[in-house]
């Protein structure tokens, strides 16, 4: 009977294929245990969400008297005034001035109900009277309270109402922000790639300007929200809480990711195309300008639409710069004070009213589909326009 001429080789070999298997188990663990917190965050906050996209309304009937101009309380009869809302009394009085043709008469409509109406009609934690949610009961049964499409989500700004509160200030501001930023970031980073990837000399200083910016890529975002307090509102006296200044912000985090991303866009392009145009009696002007732009621009596209997504998402550096303002009317300019979508989320968690909870949760649901919407935009131009070598 032979032995075995390597014994500590076939040990050793045993030792890997365990340590392999151990390695593969735990790497299989852990994304699953991420799949797991994945699908939990995404779960909780569509059914926390989704309620926010109803809004309950309640039929009753208004006297447009002389007293109730002065006293919009006094349009309803008196068992109505505590579940219906105080937004919706504050717009009777201006309902009256712009139609004086309704003075003396009466008229059913169906009113924006109080938040704690429409958190008990949800099933959540309410603050209602019993006789308050009798009377809710009562009217649920004969058809006057009804859930309908919560509009104002999407037509009004924030409110410290909670019913009426909407995310059209920070829709509108966002919108402001990120169109400074991309006129700003877009290009003068692709404008600094393409000096430095095909016009700059190879020395100590380029060098050193290529680790800052890859420093800069790398740094908290807080740090510009800083630097934009110091330079646009300190040094410059822009106004604070703009969109202007939010941009300027914003732009400053962008370019480093747009300059690295272009940088890498326009290195994939294979040298023989230079040495083609080259050969031809080109400039290297006109190479960069005619072939290796037009040929990188994809994937400086790409990574461009990816920064700004990223920029989009922050809210550190617009809150030092005070987008975490409370801005009950949508910006109608730059200059103008202005929140964005993640300023407006992080303030409505912050709200102790319940109704807030499911209006946060929604608010993200819009913001992350726009960020998805971004990535899947980039991902498509990337396959559409990608240059197989």
């Not at 059209?168 to 790639?193: C, D, N, R, Y």
């Not at 000096?195 to 050193?208: G, H, K, V």
């Not at 994809?298 to 922050?314: C, D, F, K």
């Amino acid at each position: 009977m032979k032995s075995d001429p390597h014994p500590f080789a076939d040990t050793h070999l045993r030792k890997r294929h365990r340590r392999a298997r151990w390695f593969k188990n735990l790497t299989l663990f852990a994304i699953g245990l991420s799949i797991s917190f994945l699908f939990y965050f995404l779960t909780d906050m569509v059914v926390k969400g989704l309620p926010a996209f109803q809004q309950t309304y309640i039929k009753v009937t208004i006297h447009y008297t002389t007293q109730s101009q002065s006293n919009p309380f006094a349009a309803l009869d008196k068992s109505y005034r505590k579940i219906i809302s105080r937004a919706w009394y504050r717009a009777l009085p201006q309902q009256m001035a712009v139609n004086p043709a309704l003075l003396n008469t009466q008229a059913e409509v169906w009113a924006l109900a109080d938040d704690q109406v429409d958190q008990y009609l949800k099933g959540h934690y309410h603050n209602l009277k019993p006789k308050e949610r009798t009377l809710v009961d009562h009217l649920q049964a004969k058809g006057e309270v009804v859930l309908k499409f919560n509009a104002l989500f999407f037509s009004h700004s924030d409110s410290k109402i909670p019913e009426f509160a909407g995310l059209k200030s920070a829709m509108v501001g966002s919108v402001l922000t990120l169109f400074i930023t991309m006129v700003l970031a877009f290009p003068l980073g692709v404008m600094t790639a393409v000096y430095l990837e095909e016009f700059a000399i190879d020395n100590r200083w380029t060098q050193f300007i290529e680790i800052n910016i890859n420093n800069l890529a790398a740094i908290p975002s807080i740090l510009f929200g800083l630097l934009g307090l110091a330079i646009f509102i300190n040094l410059f006296g822009l106004p604070r809480s703009s969109a202007l200044v939010g941009g300027l912000t914003l732009a400053l985090m962008t370019l480093p990711i747009i300059i690295v991303s272009a940088r890498a866009a326009l290195r994939s392009i294979p040298d023989s195309i230079r040495q083609a145009g080259y050969g031809l009696g080109l400039s290297k002007l006109q190479v960069v300008q005619d072939h290796v732009l037009p040929l990188a621009f994809p994937g400086i596209l790409t990574g461009s639409i990816i920064g700004l997504a990223h920029a989009m998402g922050e809210t550190a550096p617009l809150i030092i710069i005070g987008m975490i303002a409370f801005i009950p009317d949508s910006p109608d300019s730059f200059t103008q004070a202005a929140t964005v979508m993640p300023a407006q989320i992080f303030t409505w968690a912050g709200m102790p009213e319940r109704a807030y909870i499911e209006k946060t949760a929604a608010a993200i649901m819009v913001l992350l589909g726009v960020l998805l919407s971004f990535n899947g935009l980039a991902i498509y131009l990337r396959k559409k326009f990608a240059v197989k070598w």
